[in-house]
Every structure is written in C-alpha cells, then in structure tokens.
C-alpha cells in the first residue's frame, strides 16, 4: 500500500458537509485523519462506484472545493490514484478517469485466473473456522435487502480473500490486490445495477454458496473448478455489458 502523505499533507481540518448538491451525488466530505489516504479512498469511490464517468476530466480545483480540503492532499490522493490505474493527470491541475477498456478486462480475468485458481485449490485443506465464518458473513450481504449495492460488492470481495489468504504468498496478495482494484471498477459498473433487484442479488448469492460449501468439504479440485467458472461468468458477464456500456449513443 502507498505510504500516508507527509504531516503537512496530512494536517487539513476537519470537513462538516458537502458544499453543493452535486458534490453530495458524487464526492462525500472527510474527516480528519490522515487526510491524504481519505482523500485517496473518497475519490476511489467515486470512480468504482461511476460518480466519476471513465474518461471524465476534472480539475483539482473542484475535487478540494468539493472536498473542502486544500490541493496538497487532493494532488497526492491523484497521483496514488494513477498508480493503480484509475486515472490520467493531465497537465495544469486536471485528471481524467481512465476509459473502460474491453482488452484491459480480458487481460485482468486472464491473469485471474492464472492466479486465483491455483492459490484456492492450494487454499482448500488450510481454512480456519475464522476462514469459514468471514465467507458465510459475505454470503449473507446478498440476501440483506437493507445493503446497498456498494456494500454487497465489498462484502463479495471480502470473500474472495478469504478462500485465497490461506495459500496467498506476499507476492500473489500485491499483484491480486492491483488486478483487483482494476477488475473492481468494471465489477461495479457492471454488477450495480443488477444488484438494485433482489432477486438478481439472491441469484449471485447462491452462485457463490458453491465455493464456500467446496472450502467447508476442502476439496481442491471442486475449488478450484469452481472458481475458474466463476472468473469465466464474471467475465462474460463484464464484456457483455461494457459493449452496452461502450455502444451507447
């Protein structure tokens, strides 16, 4: 993870409320923290969660009179942004969401699978009970009807580590945590949506019932079939829909 910004970037007053309707749309205020890794984890939101459209600009100037933070934290929150692929600095104070991209998509799951098919199956006789418990907690955020689509995603994404950290090196968590933050932003463009209606939500949850019940019996082969067919779906399921995405007038 990037390193918290310097005391002076960090050092920013406490923020009450969003200072127009639309900064409550799209950015919410911070609180004091450390402001720069706030900041980084507001503007992130906004940009998985489509506040941010791909391929938007916006300058510097607006995101900290939205935040009411200053551009110190604004412009260290952007450039860890653009590390991971989420965004474009232009010159002058300006950025640019990054554009959907269909071979980008393809390139992630590819990887994915790659990675999560082998650490699951290698995952599969080393769950602990508190293994187990966290993925039966994600299972239930998809038949909560009071959780919101963003809650639902966190809580599908909380289940994938849980079946891989078990057999995840330092090495398969750093490069799953990068294609996952990419894969992320195509998740939630896609799958929001579908989450608003329940039923969609408690179909998803069912689809994943499978791979805890195969990590409860620890069966490698069945986690790891599981798995690379859940990739399979997802992936499907992304391009479908960004060529939706992509083809709208």
């Given amino acids: 993870m990037?390193?918290?910004?310097?005391?002076?970037?960090?050092?920013?007053p406490d923020v009450v409320q969003a200072v127009s309707h639309e900064a409550g749309a799209a950015l919410r205020p911070v609180s004091q923290e450390s402001t720069v890794d706030r900041v980084t984890d507001e503007i992130r939101r906004s940009i998985l969660a489509g506040h941010l459209p791909p391929g938007e600009p916006f300058s510097i100037t607006e995101i900290s009179a939205q935040l009411q933070v200053s551009h110190i934290p604004v412009r260290e929150a952007l450039r860890r942004l653009e590390g991971q692929g989420l965004l474009r600095l232009r010159?002058?104070?300006?950025?640019?969401?990054?554009?959907v991209d269909m071979e980008e998509a393809r390139s992630v799951y590819r990887l994915r699978r790659l990675i999560e098919v082998d650490v699951a199956?290698?995952?599969?006789?080393?769950?602990?009970?508190?293994?187990?418990?966290?993925?039966?907690?994600?299972?239930?955020?998809?038949?909560?009807?009071?959780l919101a689509p963003?809650?639902?995603l966190t809580e599908h994404h909380r289940l994938h580590?849980?079946?891989?950290?078990?057999?995840?090196?330092?090495?398969?968590?750093?490069?799953?945590?990068?294609?996952?933050?990419?894969?992320?932003?195509?998740?939630?463009?896609?799958?929001?949506?579908q989450l608003l209606d329940h039923d969609r939500a408690h179909r998803l949850g069912q689809s994943?019932?499978?791979?805890?019940?195969?990590a409860r019996a620890g069966s490698a082969a069945t986690l790891k079939r599981l798995v690379r067919?859940?990739?399979d779906d997802n992936e499907r399921t992304i391009l479908d829909g960004l060529t939706g995405f992509l083809n709208r007038p």
């Fill in 208 to 214: 994943h019932e499978a791979l805890v019940e195969a």
């Fill in 150 to 152: 963003d809650d639902m």
């Fill in 121 to 146: 199956g290698r995952s599969a006789n080393r769950f602990t009970p508190d293994d187990l418990a966290q993925m039966e907690r994600a299972i239930k955020a998809f038949f909560d009807e009071t």
């Fill in 161 to 193: 580590i849980a079946i891989l950290r078990p057999a995840a090196s330092e090495w398969d968590m750093r490069i799953l945590e990068l294609l996952w933050q990419t894969s992320e932003r195509y998740v939630r463009l896609v799958f929001s949506n």
């Fill in 2 to 12: 990037p390193s918290p910004g310097s005391a002076a970037e960090n050092e920013e």
């Fill in 229 to 231: 067919e859940h990739l």
């Fill in 91 to 99: 010159a002058g104070r300006s950025a640019v969401v990054t554009p």
